[in-house]
C-alpha cells in the first residue's frame, strides 16, 4: 500500500521518537525524513540576496541578487515581485523548499550590521513590499518564503541574549506592522523565523505573548515556526509557545531532552503542543510534495543536486532591478549623465578602492558564491564599446577600505602544481594530532567551517584540529603583512618559523559572528616572486575562552574557524596618484563605500564614517581638481554613512550593494541609457550626533543586557520634526534625469478609506519613472506625516503621461491605542509629497466625524 499523504493519518501513524524528531532539524539546513512513512526532508536555504544552497562558504554558484535595501529603493511593488520570482526558481535549483528571506527588521540605526538586509525604516514601506516579495518567491506554491526575524532583531550587538524593551506601542506600530500586514495579506509566507533577542524580558522562541497571542490567535497564523539558527533557548518552553522547528540540527534543546521532558509532562501542555507544532511541518511536507514518497525517495530527498539558474531573463530581470534602485542625491550642475556625446574621445578617471572591485553585498547569511561579478570599471568600458563610444578610461584607488587584511589572491596561492589551492587535514584531536580523519582543498583562505568540516565533525563539540598548507608568492618586494582571526586556537608559520601566536587568544573580535578572536597582524620582509612555505594549524578552543558565555553551545561558536589575510606593503601615495590622475581627466567617478567586512550579521558597525581615508581622498580632490565639477561620486552601502564633503561635491549618487550586475547597472546610468529612478527607503542623517543613540548607550547598544527602545515610535523620517533636527536626505528622497508635474486629484471617499487618483506627466527630454508618495496627518500637524501609500509610474517618454491610482485604507492610518487601533476623530490631510519632509504636491483634506476603531 502506498504511504499515505494525509495529515491525520500520518500523525496517528508517528511514533513518539519519530514526533521528537520532526521538530528539530536534522543538519545544518534539513529537516529528519521518515522513510518508513514516505515522509520526505525540508530543506532550507539561506536568503535575502539569493539562493545559497547547502554550504555557507564556497557552495554552489547562484544568482547573486541585489541587497533587499537596494530593492527597497526601487520604491516599485512590480520589481520586487520580480526578484521574488528570480529567488523561487533559484530555491528550486538548489533542490530546496524553503528560503530564509525575507529580513523585516526596522533600520532603527544606521549603524544596524545587518540594515542592508532589510527593507526600510518605515513599517509601511517595508510590509507592502514584504508582501509583493513574498507573492513572487510562493507563485508557483513550491518555495515557502520565511519572515524574520519576529521580532525586534534591530541590531547585532548581543543580539543571542539581549533584551529589547519596547513600548506595546512601538511594538505594534513599527516593528510587529510589517509582519501582520503580511500575515493578514494575500499570500501569507509559509514560514517565520523568530529572533535570537527577548522581547520585554522574554526569548522571541519562547515568548507565548508574541507567538501564540499575536501571531496565532490575532492574526490566524497557520503556518510554520522555525527558531534561528541556534536560537532555541529553551526544551519545553519554546515549543509550548508555537516554536515549532528547532534549526539546526543535530538538536541542542530538543531530541533526547524533549523526551524526557514528556515523561514528565502531567498536563499534557508538552505532548498537545508537540502534535501541533508536527502537524504544521507535516502540512508543510505536504505543500511541497514531500510526502507519500517511497522510502528511497524519501531518502533520497536529503541529496538533492544543486545546481543555478542562468536564464538570460532572469539576468536582466536583475540587472533593472539594481538600476531601478540607484538613487541620484545630488546633480547640481546636471553632469550626469554622461551621454555618448559628452564623453566621447574624452578620459574618464576611476577612483576609490570599489571603483575596481566593487562592493556587491554585504556579509553573513547574505553572502553568496555568485555566478560571476560585474564591477564598476569594466562594466563602464564594456557599455560603451557596446554603445560604439571611443572613451579613455584610467584607474587609481586613491586608498584602501579594508576592515581586515585581504584574504590571500588565488593568484598567489599554490599546492603541488595547482594554483589557488589550499590543502586542509583535519585531525581527531587538538594541536594537528591523533588520527588523520580527513583532506580537503579550498580555494579562499577564510575558512567557515559551520557547514564544511568533515561530516563526522559538524554540530560536535568534540575537540578537533586542522593544518593548512599552501605556498605564497608575493608580487612585489617589501614588508608585507600576514593577518590570523580564528575561533579555536591558531598558529602561522611562514617557512617553518612562528609568525602568529594566537593560540590562546584573550581579545574577542568580530570575525565569524563575533565568535571570533580580534585580528592578530605581523609582518616580515618578503621578496617579489620568491615562493614562501604557508602553514597554519587551529584546534577547538581549550584555554582562556573571553568569547561569549553561549559560544560553547553556540552553532557558530564550536567549530575552530580561521581566516588569513596577506597584504602587500602599500605605497604611501595612494592618494596624490589619484588626484593627478583626476586632473588629466574630463571626468572623474569616485566610487567609495562600504563592504562585507563593514556590514554584516554578527556585528554593527561602531560610526557612520566611511572607513579608512576615503573622506579625505574625496576632500582632495574636491579642492585639488581643475574642475571639481566634473567629479561624480559613487556610494555603494546598505546604510547611510556621513558624509562631511555634501555640500561641496556637485554630483552624488547612492548605488546600495547591487549583487552580480551591480557594475553593469551603475553603467546603465552614468551612461544615459537608464534614468535613475529610486528613492531612499530611509532617511539619511547628516551626522550621527544628531540621532537620539549617539549619547544615550541603553538606547544603543545596550547597557547590562538591555536595549532600550526610548525613541518609541518616532523612528526614521518621525524622529526629526519634532527634534527639530534636519537630516541630510529624507526617506523617499532622489531625482532623476528628467522632470515631472502632476494633476489631479480626483478623489473617492468610501467606507475603508479613499483613492486617489493623479495625473503624471514627464515635463522633462529623457524617459523615466516617477515615484508617488502618500502621507497622511492630523491637520494643522504636517510635522507628524506617515506613509500610506505608493506607486511607482511606468516608464514615462517625455510629454507622456499616466493615471496612478492610489488605494489609502483608513486603518493603515491609525494609531495604536492601548488594545486596538484607534483613527480618532477629526480633520485629516492627505498629501502627494516630494519625500517624507518634502513639499507637498497635491492634497487633499478630509474629517472623521467619530473615532474609528479596529480589534487586532
Known amino acids: 500500500m502506498a504511504p499515505s499523504k494525509n495529515v491525520k493519518e500520518l500523525l496517528d501513524q508517528l511514533i513518539l521518537e519519530e514526533k521528537v524528531s520532526l521538530v528539530s532539524g536534522a543538519d545544518g539546513w534539513q529537516t529528519h525524513e521518515i522513510p518508513r512513512l514516505g515522509i520526505g526532508s525540508l530543506k532550507t536555504t539561506d536568503g535575502p540576496a539569493g539562493a545559497r544552497g547547502k554550504l555557507s562558504v564556497g557552495g554552489s554558484k547562484a544568482i547573486f541578487l541585489p541587497a533587499p535595501v537596494a530593492q527597497a529603493a526601487t520604491w516599485s511593488k512590480t520589481d520586487v515581485r520580480a526578484i521574488g520570482r528570480v529567488l523561487m526558481m533559484e530555491v528550486q535549483s ?506 554584516s550579521e554578527g556585528f554593527d558597525r561602531q560610526t557612520m564614517q566611511l572607513p579608512g581615508s576615503q573622506n579625505e581622498l574625496i576632500q582632495t580632490l574636491l579642492t585639488g581638481m581643475t574642475q571639481p565639477s566634473s567629479l561624480i561620486i559613487v556610494n555603494q552601502s546598505g546604510s547611510p554613512v556621513e558624509m562631511p564633503w555634501s555640500d561641496d561635491a556637485g554630483t552624488i549618487l547612492q548605488a546600495w550593494y547591487g549583487g552580480q550586475e551591480a557594475g553593469n547597472a551603475l553603467a546603465d546610468v552614468l551612461l544615459g541609457q537608464k534614468s535613475p529612478c529610486g528613492r531612499l527607503p530611509m532617511t539619511w542623517p547628516r551626522r550621527y550626533e544628531d540621532l537620539p543613540f549617539s549619547a544615550d548607550a541603553e538606547s544603543w547598544p545596550g547597557v547590562n543586557g538591555q536595549v532600550c527602545y526610548k525613541e518609541d515610535v518616532e523612528v526614521g523620517y518621525r524622529w526629526y520634526p519634532s527634534h527639530r533636527v534636519k537630516p541630510q536626505w529624507w526617506l523617499g528622497e532622489g531625482l532623476s534625469y528628467t522632470t515631472f508635474s502632476m494633476k489631479g486629484p480626483a478623489i473617492i471617499l468610501h467606507e475603508a478609506g479613499l483613492t486617489f487618483h493623479v495625473e503624471v506627466v514627464n515635463d522633462g527630454r529623457i524617459a523615466g519613472q516617477d515615484v508617488i508618495q502618500a502621507y497622511s496627518w492630523l491637520l494643522g500637524r504636517p510635522e507628524a506625516r506617515q506613509l500610506v501609500a505608493f506607486e511607482k509610474s511606468s516608464v514615462l517618454s517625455p510629454a507622456e503621461s499616466q493615471t496612478i491610482r492610489l488605494q489609502i485604507t483608513f486603518r493603515d492610518m491609525a494609531h495604536w491605542n492601548e488594545s486596538c487601533w484607534v483613527l480618532g476623530k477629526g480633520a485629516y490631510m492627505i498629501g502627494i509629497c516630494e519625500n517624507a519632509g518634502g513639499a507637498v504636491r497635491v492634497s487633499h483634506e478630509f474629517t472623521i466625524d467619530e473615532d474609528m476603531k479596529w480589534i487586532p
Open 94 to 599: 538548489k533542490a530546496a523548499q524553503i528560503v530564509l528571506a525575507p529580513t523585516m527588521c526596522c533600520i532603527r540605526n544606521p549603524l544596524g550590521g545587518r540594515n542592508f538586509e532589510s527593507f526600510s525604516e518605515d513599517p509601511f514601506l517595508s510590509g507592502t513590499l514584504a508582501i509583493e516579495y513574498v507573492a513572487g518567491v510562493q507563485e508557483t506554491g513550491t518555495v515557502a518564503a520565511t519572515a524574520k526575524h519576529f521580532v525586534a532583531n534591530e541590531q547585532e550587538f548581543e543580539r543571542f541574549t539581549v533584551n529589547a524593551q519596547i513600548s506595546e506601542k512601538a511594538l505594534r506600530e513599527i516593528y510587529l506592522r510589517p509582519f501582520e500586514m503580511l500575515i493578514k495579506g494575500p499570500n501569507p509566507p509559509g514560514c517565520i523565523m523568530t529572533s535570537y533577542n527577548s522581547i520585554n524580558g522574554l526569548h522571541a522562541d519562547m515568548n507565548s505573548k508574541i507567538i501564540q497571542h499575536t501571531l496565532r490567535d490575532e492574526w490566524q497564523y497557520k503556518g510554520l515556526v522555525m527558531s534561528d539558527w541556534g536560537g532555541t533557548n529553551s526544551t519545553a518552553e519554546s515549543l509550548i509557545a508555537g516554536c515549532d522547528l528547532e534549526m539546526p540540527g543535530p538538536s541542542e534543546r530538543r531530541g533526547s531532552k524533549l523526551l524526557e521532558a514528556l515523561e514528565k509532562d502531567n498536563s499534557g501542555k508538552l505532548e498537545a503542543a508537540l502534535e501541533l507544532s508536527c502537524e504544521r511541518i507535516i502540512s508543510l511536507l505536504g505543500t511541497m510534495n514531500l510526502l507519500g514518497l517511497s522510502e528511497s525517495a524519501a531518502v533520497e530527498s536529503r541529496y538533492g543536486e544543486e545546481k543555478s539558474s542562468t536564464a538570460s531573463t532572469d539576468i536582466q530581470t536583475v540587472r533593472d532591478v539594481v538600476g531601478n534602485g540607484l538613487v541620484l542625491l545630488k546633480n547640481s550642475n546636471n553632469i550626469l549623465p554622461l551621454s555618448s556625446e559628452k564623453v566621447a574621445g574624452k578620459r574618464v578617471a576611476f577612483i576609490g578602492p570599489n571603483g575596481q572591485v566593487g562592493a556587491a553585498g554585504g556579509g553573513g547569511s547574505a553572502s553568496m558564491n555568485p555566478q560571476y561579478q560585474s564591477h564598476p570599471m569594466e562594466a563602464f568600458k564594456q557599455r560603451a564599446v557596446e554603445l560604439g563610444v571611443d572613451i579613455d578610461v584610467q584607474y587609481a584607488i586613491g586608498c584602501h577600505n579594508y576592515r581586515w587584511l585581504p584574504l590571500v589572491s588565488k593568484s598567489q596561492w599554490r599546492v603541488g602544481g595547482e594554483d589557488g589551492v589550499l590543502r586542509l587535514d583535519f585531525f581527531d584531536a587538538p594541536g594537528c594530532a591523533g588520527r588523520l580523519i580527513e583532506t580537503q582543498y579550498r580555494d579562499n583562505s577564510q575558512m567557515d567551517l559551520f557547514d564544511t568540516a568533515p561530516a563526522m565533525l559538524q554540530g560536535s563539540i568534540r575537540p578537533y584540529s586542522f593544518r593548512m598548507s599552501s605556498t605564497v608568492t608575493p608580487r612585489t618586494t617589501g614588508r608585507h603583512s600576514f593577518g590570523v582571526t580564528s575561533i579555536g586556537n591558531s598558529r602561522l608559520f611562514i617557512n617553518g618559523a612562528l609568525l602568529i601566536d594566537n593560540y590562546d587568544w584573550t581579545e574577542p573580535g568580530e570575525m565569524f559572528y563575533s565568535f571570533g578572536s580580534a585580528e592578530v597582524c605581523h609582518s616580515i620582509d618578503m621578496v617579489a616572486n620568491q615562493t614562501y612555505e604557508v602553514i597554519l594549524e587551529s584546534s577547538s578552543k581549550t584555554t582562556n575562552d573571553p568569547s561569549p558565555e553561549e559560544s560553547s553551545t553556540n552553532v557558530f561558536g564550536i567549530q575552530p574557524s580561521v581566516r588569513l589575510g596577506f597584504l602587500e606593503e602599500v605605497p604611501d601615495n595612494l592618494v596624490s596618484d589619484a588626484l593627478q590622475l583626476a586632473k588629466r581627466s574630463d571626468f572623474t567617478v569616485a566610487v567609495i563605500g562600504l563592504n562585507e567586512e563593514w556590514e
